[in-house]
């Protein structure tokens, strides 16, 4: 659970998406990168990157949102951002994420760079 609500994917899932040759990208919190390095990278490639941006732009973001959460779905997550930058250091990537297009790009030229790094292996 995370900010009270449920999210996941199922593994089997996952790897039938892997085994057809899929690139598979996933929004997840700190705790749940944590879970799935530990669960999956025995089965497969785990490259994780961890979007930045201040604690500023993470309140605005939220508070424009088309689904704005309310305040108090707001404070909790600004409560939790020491708390998730402190994880960034566990990420393989840290990237600004200050420009939406400019983030796009790098991740993906991190896809790219790790496909062929996979593909000298």
């Known amino acids: 659970m995370h900010h009270n609500h449920y999210y996941g994917v199922p593994k089997k899932q996952l790897n039938d998406q892997i ?9 997840v919190d700190v705790n749940g990168t944590e879970n799935l390095v530990k669960i999956l990278s025995k089965d497969m490639k785990v490259i994780t990157i961890f ?13 424009n949102r088309i689904d704005k959460p309310d305040n108090n779905e707001i404070e909790l997550r600004l409560s939790r951002f020491d708390y ?20 796009v790009k790098k991740v993906m030229e991190i896809i790219k760079d790790e496909r062929l790094k996979a593909s000298e292996i």
């Open 84 to 103: 998730e930058e402190s994880k960034s250091g566990n990420y393989d990537y840290v990237i600004d994420n200050t420009n939406l297009e400019d983030t």
């Open 51 to 63: 979007l930045r941006v201040s604690k500023e732009e993470l309140r605005r973001r939220l508070e």
């Open 19 to 27: 085994n057809e040759g899929k690139i598979v990208i996933k929004d």
